[in-house]
């Protein structure tokens, strides 16, 4: 999966948030100093590229963008790729190490596991 840079997953926040939109509607979503329409642009250009936004033709030479990818796909997509490379495709060694590391306690792990079951049930 193509991983986003920082700038990328900030116009990427945009869209998420604001959903579809002109380069000109992107621009407004920036304080000022505002970034240049042409970087925005070439910003939105490569996310096309890497297969995150796409666009529809409001006119001949006006475009519509829009997320192709959900966050939570992309929370997904990035939580697994981290994960298989940093301990080995294991989900079990991730948690262990939050665990560890009190990022988590392991009440909180026993408390996410039974709501995860009640989901299932109601599924």
């Known amino acids: ?51 995150f936004l796409g666009h529809r033709a409001l006119t001949a030479r006006c475009f519509q963008y829009f997320a192709k990818i959900s966050r939570e796909q992309y929370k997904g997509r990035t939580l697994s790729s981290v994960i298989d490379k940093l301990f080995g495709c294991s ?14 306690t392991v009440d909180e792990l026993k408390e996410l596991i039974a709501s995860l079951d009640e989901e299932k049930k109601d599924l």
Do not use: F
């Open 1 to 51: 999966m193509n991983t986003l840079t920082n700038k990328e997953e900030e116009i990427m926040n945009h869209y998420w948030e604001r959903g579809d939109m002109q380069i000109r509607e992107l621009r407004e979503c920036y304080a000022e100093p505002k970034p240049h329409v042409n970087t925005l642009s070439t910003l939105v250009h490569i996310l096309e590229d890497k297969g």
């Open 91 to 104: 989900y079990k060694s991730a948690v262990s190490t939050l665990v560890r590391e009190e990022k988590i």
